[in-house]
């Protein structure tokens, strides 16, 4: 049924492209509003524009990066291949804009273009004021801005508007049941998998919903087989390039011959569904699963399984999330996701065929047990579901005025807590600019085949502006090349850089000679090593001879890692036969502090006793071992007092009097090469050379 609020003498396409500029203009002006916030914030800029805020985008940069340049070596890992790289690259290429604002607003304009899909399945189904309202709100819910917004520069920009093409051109072309209208699905399905690699579980999951509803609704429809032919040629798990040529011939034979012998084409769809077996097009569902079910990680060895410490468990986007956090991250707010349920039943038995749209509700609602960051699949589905239920409304409403202050001020409700959590969503860049500058001073010192170590949450940024290798990133962070990156940041400093120059070494033999397994296996077996606890202690107390040095290493190790040593210390911190946690270590950070009654109240019940040298916790008073003070002089140079209470305590105090914190640890934390290195600039000459030396960020040179 049309909506009488949108009767109009233009036709469908005139009014379909206004209101597409409308929604589409407006979901671009709502995310200027990060700009406009940080506009004047120099610390954010870098070569005269605002940087990136999210630490995925530096990888997608680093390939467009050198695509453009045409400078690329073996094993940097530079994404040159990837569709987001190259569609980079092409813009960079064409457009009269630097770089830097290419990356900044990519994800601004073209994830935007949600807009249109959600418009289109309105227009499908014949209510043009819902999808218009729909799409007003699709484009700025939360989850999907916040992968959206400018800087938010990541696949994410169309791992969400493609899949909701696919599904509106499904939409479209049953309602409209013509030819012409085949094309755009099995076009949508194989943008979506050159886009996303991961996408074969939805785009198997929409094929499948559409054959149960060819099965229930549409059994005697020759259309719908052929909609179905089309999707199942389009899943087939082979080169994107012949599945183009077959659907496009396909597409032309049945368009111009008008082919509609049902069983024709119902062999050429069970051929293709076999085809999609045959080459493997279900075996990306399963693997999909595995980092999100899987919380440990085994790798074997000729004669010994180590157990590693699994990413997934301590990503938060894996993990339950409260009721109100995923209803505000799919509509707004509860009520406003509740009445979107209602309005969803209403709109499916109002308009059956929109039961198509049900896998990417359910994908959508999975993120309730399965993780935050598939919300956004739901988004779109329910704000055309609220818009629905604001326009049924509406026609019961019979006084126009009255009909038009509602409609716009349900239509306000629905944006306005969206719109709020915008302005209050002030996500920083990744770095800011003296965190770049140091990686700019770094490229001048380092070649492009060197290694940084570092904790994996820094490798995508140092690889773009410092132009380097890293031992892990956000791609490559298993738990078996974490380890040993744990381990040299929070092992002592000799143990910590054999096993660096190791891990590098070993890094670059596993390229050129494709051996596989865990490094620390390879390692093992090379020095004849059958328990991975005497290889890491040998590390520390016995002469091993080293590889070859091939290459520098450079430990980067910034202040805001000190957030995070818990995390990192995880992944070394057990026993690799067994899997098994050891004790953690005690480490505990705070600039909420004050003097009480002769006492340093330190927070969360920590009490430190100067005077006594002892510090309260759990109502105990235990003894400090050290109690250290460090400041930077006039000259910035790190000065370091130090007090020895009980030598044989296993607490040390480290009061950092220029960055207002306090740090208390035991004496494995203590000894660690970050806190040594980081902290107290007390670093062995033998084994470590000073390269670039400040406050927030100091970066050394391994000398073995």
Known sequence: MNNPLLKTKLSDINLFIILFLITYSFSILIRLIWVSQFQDNLNFYWNDQLMINTNDGYFFAEGARDILSSVHQNNDLSPITHPLSQLTALLASVLPFSFESIILYMPSFIGSFLVFAVLLIGFSIKEKLTGFIASLSAGIVWSYYNRTMTGYYDTDMLTVVLPTFIVSSMIFAATHQKNRYLLMIPLAIMANQWWYHASAPINLSLFTMMFIYTAIFERQNNYFYKILLFMAIALIGTYFWIKLIVVVGLFSWFHIKHINNLRLILILLFSSIFAIVFTGGMNAVFLQLQAYVFRAETMDATNITLHFYNVAQTVREAGKIPFETFANRISGNPAIFILSLIGYILLIIRHKVVVLTLPLVALGFIAYVGGLRFTVYAVPIMALSMAYLITQIATYIENKPFKYLFLTGATIAILSPNISHIIDYRVPTVFQKNEVKILDQLKERSSREDYVLTWWDYGYPIRYYADVKTLVDGGKHNGDV????????????????????????????????????????????????????????????????????????????????????????????????????????????????????????????????????????NNQDLPLSLFITTAYDRQGKLQVSQQRVKPNANLVAVYMKSYNKFLIMDRNVYNSTYIQLFVLEKYDRTLFEEVIMTPMTKIYRLRI
Do not use: C
């Open 482 to 617: 974490n380890f040993p990156v744990s381990f040299a940041l929070t092992r002592p400093q000799k143990a910590s850089a054999r096993l660096a120059r190791l891990d590098v070494e070993y890094t670059e033999l596993a390229y050129e000679h494709n051996r596989t397994g865990s490094y620390i296996q390879m390692m093992m077996e090379d020095y004849n090593y059958d328990s991975p606890n005497n290889f890491l202690e040998a590390l520390q107390y016995s002469d091993i001879k080293l590889p070859t040095q091939t290459r520098d290493v450079y430990y980067y190790l910034p202040l805001r890692m000190m957030n995070i040593y818990p995390t990192v210390a995880l992944f070394s911190n057990m026993d690799l036969t067994t899997g098994k946690q050891k004790r953690s270590p005690f480490f505990y950070q705070t600039s909420q502090f004050k003097e009480q009654g002769g006492m340093i109240n330190l927070g969360r019940g920590i009490l430190l006793n100067k005077a006594k040298g002892t510090i309260r916790m």
